[in-house]
């Protein structure tokens, strides 16, 4: 069973559209953190969220923590090619345990 | 500053083989861990330590072992490859794990069982 669930698992639309991507899990978060991963590397951090209700926003994409810290939701305005990857939500810290455990993803692809 | 390092970048195996792969960061950083990647699956743990010297199981580590001897290098082994180990394998390493505490990932080994 995976301890993160993220929806849509594959995503495609045309340039200049807007989108939201979720990350869901039954355990309350101490923080969650989106990494995006492009063809043939490893995935970079995009943002870290720790406050229930958290909102941080990066250039055009928006990040939200849901307010039981149960949940976040990433929302891309205007979405460009160059947004085009792998978006991986990730946790860590889970009852007081070191590891840090991801989702399975969302695979995005902006058309031009 | 080259950051994470996996080595190799690719590798065909052939069943029952065994292979060692190399995972070297220079952050000075505690934490390291190992993925395996497969197509849909985002990244699942196999592996990881909390320090020089400790490694500890993470959800896939059934047919892999770990070592840390030195607090820079994390190796990964495989003693007897099967077919199902077929994935790319990506290292990371993290200074702690607090509170957003940022991952940095090496750019990944393919690996191909035959």
């Known amino acids: 069973t995976q301890l993160l669930e993220q929806s849509p698992q594959f995503l495609s639309i045309q340039e200049g559209e807007n989108l939201t991507v979720y990350c869901n899990s039954s355990s309350v978060f101490s923080s969650l953190q989106w990494y995006r991963q492009e063809p043939g590397e490893g995935p970079v951090l995009l943002v870290t969220?720790?406050?229930?209700?958290e909102v941080k926003k990066l250039k055009r994409l928006t990040f939200q923590f849901g307010d039981a810290r149960k949940d976040s939701s990433l929302h891309i305005t205007a979405a460009q090619p160059g947004d085009t990857g792998l978006y991986l939500c990730a946790l860590g810290g889970i009852q007081g345990a070191q590891k840090l455990v991801f989702g399975q993803g969302t695979r995005l692809t902006i058309n031009p | 500053n080259a950051g994470v390092t996996q080595t190799p970048k690719f590798r065909v195996l052939k069943t029952g083989q065994s292979m060692t792969l190399l995972c070297a960061q220079d952050?000075?950083?505690?934490?390291m861990y190992w993925y395996r990647q497969d197509p849909g699956m985002g990244l699942r743990l196999i592996h990881y330590?909390?320090?020089?010297?400790?490694?500890a199981k993470g959800e896939v580590p059934d047919g892999y072992n770990v070592s840390r001897l030195k607090k820079q290098n994390f190796l990964l082994g495989l003693e007897s490859a099967a077919p199902s180990q077929t994935s790319v394998y990506f290292c990371?390493?993290?200074?702690?794990?607090?509170?957003?505490?940022?991952?940095?990932f090496g750019q990944g080994t393919r690996l191909t069982v035959v």
């Open positions: 990371a390493s993290t200074p702690l794990r607090g509170r957003g505490t940022e991952a940095f």
């Open positions: 330590s909390v320090g020089e010297g400790t490694t």
């Open positions: 969220v720790v406050t229930g209700g």
């Open positions: 952050m000075n950083h505690e934490y």
